[in-house]
């Protein structure tokens, strides 16, 4: 593993543009098997606990006519509380994850590597309260071509990063 800010090479635009500003050595990057990308197979592969990888996902609902989203950023061993945490936080009927092409295009990161760093200004990064006690996670860095290593304590540092409990179950 080696810093972030010296391998911004291995990050989508938006993660790189956000880790710069970030600009805390903690942050550590590594280059991986664009095929084992997916939490499960790259634990597998790589010996990397379940409990220490974090997963972000997006999730879109409405409001009289308008499309909220969020990023939810949970541990890996847990499942987003998408229709009773975040459905009340993002104040919508139902909430649901965003389909895969809308988290793509909105993220401008590759599935399978979305990542709570460089999301949308305008979107809540929701954080649960074990993802942001957590020494060190392994998380997305917007491709799938590598995974970053960081304190759960940073993504606490990110634009519109919100601490929640029972966020993931």
Same mark, same amino acid.
């Given at each position: 593993?080696?810093?972030?800010?010296?391998?911004?090479?291995?990050?989508?635009?938006?993660?790189?543009?956000?880790?710069?500003?970030?600009?805390?050595?903690?942050?550590?990057?590594?280059?991986?098997?664009?095929?084992?990308?997916?939490?499960?197979?790259?634990?597998?592969?790589?010996?990397?606990? $379940?409990?220490?990888?974090?997963?972000? &996902?997006?999730?879109?609902? #409405? *409001?009289?006519?308008? /499309? !909220?989203? =969020?990023?939810?950023?949970? $541990?890996?061993?847990?499942?987003?509380? &998408?229709?009773?945490?975040? #459905? *009340?936080?993002?104040? /919508? !009927?139902? =909430?649901?994850?965003?389909?895969?092409?809308?988290?793509?295009?909105?993220?401008?990161?590759?599935?399978?590597?979305?990542?709570?760093?460089?999301?949308?200004?305008?979107?809540?990064?929701?954080?649960?309260?074990?993802?942001?006690?957590?020494?060190?996670?392994?998380?997305?860095?917007?491709?799938?071509?590598?995974?970053?290593?960081?304190?759960?304590?940073?993504?606490?540092?990110?634009?519109?990063?919100?601490?929640?409990?029972?966020?993931?179950?």
């Amino acid at each position: 593993m080696t810093s972030a800010l010296e391998r911004l090479d291995l990050l989508a635009d938006p993660v790189a543009t956000s880790v710069r500003q970030l600009d805390d050595a903690r942050i550590g990057a590594t280059e991986i098997d664009p095929e084992l990308a997916d939490t499960a197979a790259f634990c597998e592969k790589y010996g990397s606990p $379940l409990e220490l990888s974090a997963n972000c &996902v997006v999730v879109a609902g #409405k *409001r009289a006519g308008e /499309v !909220r989203y =969020a990023a939810c950023v949970i $541990l890996a061993t847990t499942r987003a509380d &998408v229709n009773g945490v975040v #459905k *009340r936080r993002l104040d /919508v !009927r139902k =909430a649901s994850f965003a389909p895969m092409d809308d988290a793509v295009e909105l993220t401008s990161m590759e599935y399978g590597g979305i990542t709570p760093f460089g999301l949308p200004a305008d979107w809540p990064v929701l954080i649960d309260q074990e993802v942001a006690n957590a020494p060190a996670l392994v998380v997305g860095s917007g491709v799938r071509r590598s995974k970053l290593i960081t304190p759960g304590e940073v993504l606490t540092n990110l634009p519109n990063a919100e601490v929640l409990e029972g966020l993931g179950r």
